[in-house]
């Protein structure tokens, strides 16, 4: 037991759970579906699943300091619309230029939300609740209310979604999938090697003592919700890709599955705790979900949203109650250990 | 002499958010009226409450929950919920006044529900109604599918629809009733004062002996319940309820919140202000709809001015400083 205890970081049971729930949800639908556990389905919801994760890594370097960015989805929705636009306008723009305008789009929206929450003061729900509407309304306007068609758009974004890195038999590992995966290994390393990375996590935990410790904190929050943003482009882009077709209500909603995922995956709420491994294993949970039980006939597919709820309730609650247990429970044992050491006993309790 | 402080008091009073509030409320009518002729008239004054009067319902229970530091982002989709659980049981062949009953009640368990989760639990209420909001908007779908009910009793939709006491509509007899009662709590009973003092810490409200889980919890309760109520007279105005009635609508409700001053650290705010900026807010969009502005060119403006009502006091308080400090260190 002890031996557990010293290799296995309460973080670490964390997305042990969550595979565990994940292959739970799996086992369950596989009885109730016909099918359910196979390739085709495993291709269907990767891309999906890559969208929504490349959102919820922008997420979690923002929910890390404390702040949140519910703007998201429109940023998601606009780059779509821009990107897609300009690509339908001059089908002769390299995939790379367009991939860049996405990000760069991104970036510039999630620079204002920046400015306004480190440089302006302004609390981030307000500002992202704010720019949520702005953005959307940019969109609304600058589309003038038309649609980009699958059409108009260059061949090769078309193929992207069916795009594959390797195959195993029908099993397809997907380009967008491929990216995403990349993307999170890219910002978990930040988040555990860099600088950086670790600053998010001290502005997080203490604001006020990551400020007396001298770090620019309003720089670094400034740069994390360009990052969000600029992810969230790059999330418009694959959406783009996904569906061809774009109107003005693209993107909607995605900020609160974004957030939901962050908060399933573990990630805490008030900041300086998470991973981006966890958001990512979040994320994968949510969408498995969505998509079974859409297939699921034994409910209607209205069920969804409710069940959506719930569980993100429940995330939370056995993340407050039973995570707050372990995590004494293992610091006390620390303690223990740590005094077996010193042949002294008898310090337990008064920790807890 | 006593003119002059009496002045000064006025000075002082007009210095505050409020006096702010009033003289943007001043330039607005002023500039209205002169776009339209009719913005003075008390029909489109009527008009101008009427096309919004279940936010302005629910904008009063949700400045008591941001006083109290926290936030319910679930109320428009309880408004969504309670409207579908009438129209869902109507159809069953409940008897209509039963069903509003029933939509009421609802509301008021899912506002307890969330209360639970926050109060007793400890969870963060951005959390919970976030996941409630997602909750209750999927409740609504369960019970509505993609369907439409409508054909309502004629007496209920002309309820929601026509004048009931001179030329004012049952919704606004109801929200002046409740602006009272909301006042009268918040600003002249001991409740109010609970409100302010775990808005501004929880803890000292704790220590001090104020029941904390069960003001939250009454609070929480009463905004699921006033939101339902803002969905039925919502229902009744359309005459026909779907699954997404009133999405959305928890950003204009907060918003007015919000630029009334109240501070979304709680603690701070009062309804006067709240009153205001939901004048501001009401007249505005009115005037951009006599100006020809589309709906969407509105939320865009509510959202700027969500922004702005924060980062313009930010502003000012952070020159103020840098100026005391320059004269400061001058003197020094």
């Known amino acids: 037991m002890n031996a557990i205890r010293r290799t296995l970081r309460p973080e670490q049971l964390r997305i042990l759970v969550l595979l565990f729930l994940i292959l739970m949800v799996l086992l369950f639908f596989s009885t109730q579906i016909e099918n359910y556990i196979s390739p085709r389905f495993f291709n269907r919801i990767s891309t999906s699943v890559a969208i929504i994760t490349v959102v919820t890594v922008g997420q979690v370097l923002v929910i890390l300091t404390r702040n949140i960015d519910l703007s998201v989805g429109s940023i998601v929705g606009f780059t779509a619309y821009f990107v897609g636009q ?79 890195i390797v195959s195993f038999g029908d099993l397809d590992i997907r380009l967008m999938f491929g990216m995403a995966l990349l993307v999170v290994i890219i910002f978990q390393f930040v988040l555990m ?13 203490n604001p006020e003592a990551a400020r007396m410790a001298g770090f620019p904190s309003k720089r670094i929050v400034f740069i994390a919700f360009v990052l969000c943003g600029a992810l969230s482009g790059l999330a418009g882009f694959m959406y783009l890709a996904r569906f061809g077709n774009i109107t003005v209500v693209a993107g ?39 998509n079974s039980l859409i297939r699921w006939l034994e409910i209607s597919e209205f069920w969804r949203d409710f069940l959506l709820g719930l569980l993100i309730l429940l995330a939370v609650a056995t993340d407050a109650v039973i995570m707050n247990r372990i995590q004494s429970f293992w610091s006390q044992s620390e303690l223990e250990l740590g005094s077996d050491g010193d042949g002294s006993e008898g310090q337990e309790g008064s920790y807890a | 002499m006593h003119n002059n402080s009496l002045l000064h008091r006025i000075w002082n009073r007009l210095k505050s958010w409020e006096g702010f509030l009033l003289l943007v409320l001043l330039v607005i009518i002023a500039i209205n009226s002169t776009l339209s002729p009719v913005f003075l008239t008390s029909n489109n004054l009527i008009n101008l409450f009427f096309l919004s009067i279940e936010k302005i319902i629910v904008a009063l229970a949700m400045t008591f929950i941001i006083i109290n530091a926290e936030i319910d982002l679930s109320v428009a989709s309880m408004m969504g919920l309670a409207a579908c659980v009438m129209a869902w049981l109507y159809h069953q062949g409940v008897p209509i006044s039963l069903a509003f009953l029933a939509g009421i009640l609802i509301g008021a368990i899912g506002g307890a529900f969330n209360g639970f989760w926050i109060a007793k639990v400890g969870l963060p209420s951005l959390v919970v109604t976030l996941a409630t909001l997602i909750m209750f908007r999927g409740g609504a779908r369960i019970l509505l599918e993609d369907r439409s009910i409508g054909d309502f009793p004629a007496w209920f939709d002309r309820l929601g629809q026509q004048p009931l006491i001179g030329n004012l509509p049952l919704s606004l007899i109801i929200f002046f009733v409740l602006l009272v009662i909301s006042i009268i709590l918040l600003h002249y009973s001991g409740f109010g004062r609970y409100v302010y003092v775990i808005g501004n810490s929880k803890d000292v409200a704790r220590y001090s002996g104020v029941k904390v889980d069960r003001v939250k919890m009454i609070l929480f309760a009463a905004a699921g319940a006033v939101a339902a109520l803002a969905g039925l007279l919502y229902a009744a105005r359309l005459g026909a309820v779907r699954g997404d009635l009133a999405t959305g609508f928890e950003l204009d409700i907060i918003t007015m919140v919000l630029l009334g001053g109240v501070s979304i650290f709680g603690g701070s705010g009062t309804l006067w202000g709240v009153l205001l900026s939901i004048l501001i807010v009401l007249s505005l969009r009115n005037g951009m709809s006599l100006a020809n502005m589309t709906g969407h060119i509105q939320t865009g403006v509510i959202g700027i001015l969500l922004i702005l009502s924060v980062l313009i006091p930010n502003t000012v308080g952070a020159v103020r400083e840098y100026r005391d400090r320059r004269r400061f260190a001058r003197q020094a």
Not at chain 1, 200 to 205: E, T
Request: glycine share 14%.
């Open chain 1, 193 to 205: 090697f860099l600088p950086y990375g670790r600053r998010l996590y001290a502005i997080g935990s």
């Open chain 1, 252 to 290: 909607l909603g995605i900020e609160l599955q974004s957030v939901a995922a962050a908060v399933v995956g573990g990630v805490n709420i008030f900041g300086g705790a998470g991973s981006m491994i966890g958001a990512m294993f979040g994320a994968i949970l949510i969408d498995l979900l969505e």
């Open chain 1, 86 to 164: 300009q690509l339908a306008g001059n089908n002769d723009i390299s995939p790379i230029v367009a991939v860049l305008m996405a990000v760069g789009v991104g970036g510039l929206m999630g620079a204002v939300n920046g400015v306004l929450v480190a440089y302006g003061g302004v609390p981030a729900i307000i500002v992202t609740l704010g720019t949520l509407a702005i953005y959307r309304t940019m969109l609304v306007e600058f589309s003038d209310a038309q649609t980009v068609l699958t059409a108009d758009l260059p061949q090769w974004i078309l193929d992207l979604p069916r795009a594959n």
